[in-house]
């Protein structure tokens, strides 16, 4: 098939600009953030400026059998957008319009829009949308939909999954639907709604997002505790949420917090096995409150130093270091990313294994957690150019999840499968539910043209 000539048909069919074939500009959206080595390089990349654009696309590309890779900021953490040879890469980074309906609490976002757009815009109105990954600032609403991503606030507030009302979705044939809306509450028919968010492209193309806002969050009190061990830190992570849920809960070991201070000294201390970074959003003497017990509790795992301020800008500083600990540890060498998770008591364990297996294998693997949630992000470092380094770390990372699998957890809390993790999701699964997933996907997708490769 003379690919190249049937796309001529494409570039005709839409307006000038919106296909690149040029090398030199298809370069750029080859690679999300994880870098793979082996991504391929697409027939062209679109980048369509509305649905209708979209629909075009998928129905040229169904036509002529050629998959498509859909695309938002390229910051995803698993090869999820990572290009493919001969394929479409369908980049929604020009559809950004972010609309606000303060009567409704809703905000109708295209899939390009960041995430801080929305933040923004909804703050206009006195309104917040809580979904917070620490890229932000950076990330796209489709890509966070896609992911189904979680962040920061996530402990009290949440995941993205928790917050879409409505989407709009242009299918593997290249027809548009439209699903929930609105409305806070609509069980009208199967939740086919909840079935797109976090299927990472392979099901449909989302072209529209409506997102469920809420009330603007109160002025936390931030307190940071310095512990021993990262164990012992851990062991505070569970006491706390026996107790209550703050609004934030974040962890970061010895490897991230001196990698920070190397990256952008931000006064941390570089001796503790841990720091705990904690928020309490709520009003008045309840927030007090929840300080104290942080405090206590903390005190009683051992921490050996417990700060907290009221001080709004204070507070920031130390979130900011806990938001660039993976582009500071970045300087360090090539990076896995994990993304695992456990059963918030077994929290000491998943950390101890993660510390063994960094042990068994000799590689560095920094962790950073969103621990109020069980969620974790061990990060395995490798030189990239010595190949038996690579192999210990890749041999580590597939390690971790099945750690995590063997404590009855994910391979996946937020960053999605994509292609780097997919050889796991067997073990995760079972292949009653692999087989049930595989029928979705053929039953959307019959021909196999939307993402292939990824997740399943």
């Not at 069919?13 to 074939?21: I, S």
Request: with cysteine; net charge negative; proline share 7%.
């Amino acid at each position: 098939m003379d690919r190249l000539g049937d796309l001529h048909d494409l570039v005709a069919a839409l307006p000038d600009g919106v296909v690149l074939t040029d090398p030199d500009r298809i370069e750029g959206y080859r690679h999300d953030y994880t870098r793979d080595p082996t991504t391929g390089t697409p027939l062209a990349v679109v980048r369509p400026e509305d649905a209708a654009q979209v629909q075009v696309a998928v129905r040229w590309a169904a036509a002529h059998r050629v998959p498509v890779v859909p695309r938002g900021a390229g910051t995803g953490l698993s090869g999820g957008s990572s290009a493919l040879d001969g394929a479409l890469t369908l980049s929604l980074d020009r559809m950004r319009a972010v609309e606000v309906d303060p009567d409704c609490q809703v905000a109708v976002a295209e899939p390009g829009a960041f995430n801080a757009e929305v933040k923004a815009a909804a703050a206009e109105h006195g309104l917040w949308y809580p979904p917070d990954p620490s890229s932000f600032e950076i990330c796209s609403i489709g890509g966070n939909v896609a992911t189904n991503a979680g962040g920061l606030c996530c402990v009290k507030y949440g995941v993205t999954t928790d917050y879409v009302l409505g989407l709009d979705v242009v299918l593997a044939d290249g027809s548009l639907v439209t699903l929930g809306g609105p409305r806070i509450k609509d069980v009208a028919g199967l939740s086919l709604l909840k079935l797109f968010v976090g299927s990472e492209g392979t099901l449909g193309v989302i072209t529209r997002v409506i997102l469920r806002l809420v009330p603007g969050q109160g002025r936390p009190s931030t307190m940071v505790a310095s512990f021993p061990t990262v164990e012992a830190a851990a062991r505070a992570v569970v006491g706390v949420r026996r107790r209550l849920r703050p609004s934030m809960m974040e962890l970061m070991d010895r490897a991230s917090i001196n990698a920070v201070e190397d990256h952008r000294p931000m006064g941390l201390d570089r001796d503790a096995g841990a720091l705990l970074l904690a928020q309490s959003d709520a009003p008045g003497d309840v927030r007090d409150a929840e300080i104290a017990t942080l405090r206590t509790v903390c005190e009683q795992e051992g921490a050996a130093d417990v700060f907290s301020t009221d001080d709004p800008d204070e507070g920031e500083m130390f979130v900011q270091a806990r938001r660039i600990a993976i582009p500071a540890i970045e300087t360090r060498g090539a990076l896995l990313l994990e993304d695992v998770g456990a059963p918030i008591p077994l929290l000491p364990d998943l950390l101890r294994a993660i510390a063994a297996i960094a042990a068994e294998h000799e590689v560095e693997i920094p962790v950073i957690a969103h621990a109020g949630d069980g969620n974790t992000h061990p990060i395995v470092v490798y030189d990239p150019t010595d190949a038996a380094s690579e192999k210990r770390a890749r041999l580590a990372f597939d390690a971790v999840m099945q750690a995590a699998i063997a404590l009855g957890g994910t391979i996946t809390g937020e960053h999605g499968v994509g292609r780097a993790k997919k050889a796991a999701l067997p073990d995760q699964l079972g292949p009653e539910v692999m087989a049930l997933n595989r029928r979705v996907k053929d039953a959307l997708d019959p021909d196999g043209i939307l993402n292939p490769g990824a997740v399943l």
